[in-house]
């Protein structure tokens, strides 16, 4: 099975920070990789699929890049409602995983 | 509007069973793949179970196999969970998730709310 190593598990920024969150793969998958935001007591928001490409509705100062196994997520000028966790998520064949998790909270 | 609701969770023993639904709407159902993801308290997502637009393929995790059985009926608009021998780790909100390509990219696009299923005695 393929393993996602999500790092870091927690990050604390302050509003107006550029973050960037890291998601490697144990094996090749391609651009088989989505990114999502979730807040407590809510479910999962799909932000970025195929690595890069950014879901409609989504803002701008979220993107997502590629190199390898290894993938990114980057929120530029992080706003208060930016505070939530984040998954990686691989999408490769049909045994779906995903990361362990990124909490971003306010410093 | 798109809209997934789960139902079913509640309080089971452990190695008893139950049947989770999901009932969508606002898209056509049997086009789509879908999906159960959990989330146990305090801790991250996890894919149990996977099934295809016809359902004529299912793929589960490890922690599901043999004792999760994913289903859905077309007709109906409803995909299933039935959890059989169920354990204390088996604990989640269960959440149902709508497959969509993007091209030949895969992404959950749409969730439910939620339900949870709390295991113990």
């Known amino acids: 099975d393929i393993q996602l190593t999500q790092s870091p598990s927690f990050l604390s920024a302050s509003v107006g920070d550029r973050v960037t969150i890291t998601c490697r793969a144990s094996?090749?998958?391609?651009?088989?990789l989505a990114w999502y935001q979730q807040k407590p007591g809510k479910a999962p928001k799909l932000l970025i699929y195929?690595?890069?490409t950014l879901q409609s509705g989504v803002p701008s100062r979220f993107s997502g890049s590629a190199s390898g196994t290894e993938f990114a997520l980057t929120i530029t000028s992080l706003q208060p409602e930016d505070f939530a966790t984040y998954y990686c998520?691989?999408?490769?064949?049909?045994?779906?995983?995903f990361g362990g998790g990124t909490k971003v909270e306010i410093k | 509007e798109v809209q997934l609701v789960e139902s079913g969770g509640g309080l089971v023993q452990p190695g008893g069973s139950l049947r989770l639904s999901c009932a969508a709407s606002?898209?056509?159902?049997?086009?789509?793949?879908m999906s159960w993801v959990r989330q146990a308290p305090g801790k991250g997502l996890e894919w149990v179970s996977g099934?295809?637009?016809?359902?004529?393929?299912?793929y589960n995790a490890d922690s599901a196999k043999g004792r999760f059985t994913i289903s859905r009926d077309n007709s109906k608009n409803t995909l299933y969970l039935q959890m059989n021998s169920l354990r204390a780790e088996d604990t989640a909100v269960y959440y149902c998730?709508?497959?969509?390509?993007?091209?030949?990219?895969?992404?959950?696009?749409?969730w439910g709310q939620g339900t949870l299923v709390t295991v113990s005695s």
């Open positions: 094996q090749g998958i391609s651009s088989y």
């Open positions: 195929a690595a890069s």
């Open positions: 606002g898209f056509t159902f049997s086009s789509y793949a």
């Open positions: 099934i295809s637009a016809s359902g004529a393929s299912t």
């Open positions: 998730a709508k497959r969509t390509h993007y091209g030949d990219k895969p992404a959950f696009d749409y």
């Open positions: 998520q691989q999408l490769n064949g049909y045994l779906f995983t």
